[in-house]
């Protein structure tokens, strides 16, 4: 490139006609290279730099409308670029604010809960839970209370579901069982609460 400067400068200097035909062929080499070397670094984002070049290249090819052109599309290509990467990083903050907001507020799903006797006839309380968190969560308890078809609450309890700690997607267990209620009517388990922390 600095060669070809030196020889537009030489040319151009030059006052015949066969001089003006070699001094059109340098400019020309000038704004091809300059076009293929800005190009490479509009490809890889490096924006000013390409701007650098083209500009560079404007000094000994004032009119070339390739260039003009290119300089054009250099800054469309940054704001592009920029607007891009301020709509990705506003995604990812609305995203974790999403995961934040779910894992906080809604993470664990009930899947199962039922209430029958078992075998020494005392009312046990069987349910399942999944994690449907993006973080592991902790120490998930279930308060729920028992009552009857008339919807009259017996009594109101809290049981801690196992395994302790539930990764994103896996299942926990709850067990309880009540010694203490001689009602043998039919009851039913009504989940009032899920509380659990995150790490």
């Known amino acids: 490139m600095d060669d070809l400067k030196v020889l537009l400068w030489e040319a151009d200097s030059i006052n015949n006609e066969e001089a003006q035909k070699i001094t059109n062929e340098i400019r020309e080499q000038i704004i091809n290279y300059t076009f ?3 190009s ?6 490096q924006f000013s730099d390409a701007k650098v070049r083209v500009n560079d290249g404007l ?7 390739k260039l003009q052109s290119l300089l054009t599309t250099i800054d469309k ?3 592009a670029f920029e607007t891009a990467q301020q709509e990705r990083i506003e995604q990812a903050i609305n995203t974790a604010q999403e995961e934040q907001e779910l894992n906080e507020t809604d993470a664990v799903k009930l899947t199962s809960v039922s209430v029958k006797a078992n075998e020494q006839g005392k009312l046990t309380v069987n349910g399942e ?16 209370a028992l009552v009857t078809k008339e919807d009259k609450e017996i009594l109101s309890n809290d049981v801690y579901v196992f395994p302790d700690t539930l990764y994103p997607g896996e299942k ?6 009540h010694y203490d209620i001689d009602d043998k009517r039919d009851l039913e388990t009504n989940v009032k609460k899920i509380k659990w922390y995150t790490e």
């Not at 490479?40 to 984002?45: F, H």
């Not at 592991?136 to 729920?144: A, F, G, L």
Request: hydrophobic residues 35%; without cysteine; glycine residues 2%.
């Open 129 to 144: 839970v999944e994690s449907v968190a993006t973080i592991p969560i902790n120490s998930v308890s279930i308060e729920y």
């Open 40 to 45: 490479e670094k509009l490809s890889a984002n």
């Open 36 to 38: 293929s070397k800005a």
């Open 172 to 177: 926990g267990k709850f067990e309880f069982t």
């Open 77 to 79: 290509e940054k704001v």
């Open 59 to 65: 000094k000994y090819a004032p009119t070339s409308e």
